[in-house]
C-alpha cells in the first residue's frame, strides 16, 4: 500500500451511505476550494451518479461548508463510452439526467467535460482519448510540465468482476504508465470501445472514493481485501497504489463475510 491500507466504510442501507457520502465530498470539495479555486472531480457511471444525487441534493444545514458549490465544480469523466452524448450507454447522459438536471439553480452549475461527441463513431477510439487527455491538460496545464494531473476526488464504481474505471481485470491497460487517457477498444462488457482514465492518474488524486453496495458485490469484495487471488485486480491496484487516500463507502450487504476491518465512521 501507499503507506497505508484504504479505508472501509459500511452503512446499514443506501439512505445512510448517502448521508455519509455528503460530508465526505463536501469535505473535499471545501479542501480544494481553500487551494484553488476550482473543485477538480471525476466521476464513473453505474449507480453512482444516483447514488451522489441523492448525497448532494439532500437538505443541508445551510452553512458554506455544508453547501455544494456547483459553480466551481470542474467535473470529468473517470471513462466514458464512445457512444453520443444522448445514447443511453453515455455515463454523460446518466450524470445529467441523475445529477445534473436536478441542481437547484441557486447553487450554480458546475463546468463539465464532456468527450468530443464528433469523434464517438472512429473506428479506432483513441483519438477520442487523445482529445479528452488534451482536454485535461488545458485544466491541469501542460503536460510537459505537470507529470500527471491531481484530481481533487475520483469517485468511482466497482464491478462484481473487480474492474473500476474501464480498467478491466489482465488488460493490458492496467500496465499504461505515460498516458492520462487510454483507449479501449476490446472492452469485455458492452460497449466495446471506450475511454478510460489510466491507473497512474488514478491513484495520484487526493482523495478516491468507492461507492459499492448490494449483495451481489460480497463476493468480489472479498477477493479485492482478503484474498491472495485478488491482488491484481483493478480494484486492488487502485487500493495498492491510493492507500489511505481510498476510501469505500459500501453497505452491509455489499461486505458481508469481509474480514478486512471496517472504520465505524468517517
Known sequence: MA???PNLYSFLSNDALAQQLRPYVLRCQN??????STFRVAVSGGSLPK???QALLAPGNGSPEDTAQFSKWDIFFADERAVPLDHEDSNYRLLK????NKIPSELGAPTVHTIDADHVNDEDPQELADLYQEELMRSFAAKDSVKLPVFDLILLGCGPDGHTCSLFPGHELLREKDAWVAAISDSPKPPPKRITLTLPVVTHALNIAFVATGGGKKDIMKQIFDAEEGRDLPSTLVNQGGGEKVSWFTDNAAVEGVAFPRRGSL
Open 3 to 5: 503507506g497505508s491500507a
Open 31 to 36: 479542501s480544494a476550494l481553500s487551494r484553488h
Open 51 to 53: 447514488v451522489l444525487a
Open 97 to 100: 439526467e441523475e445529477l445534473l
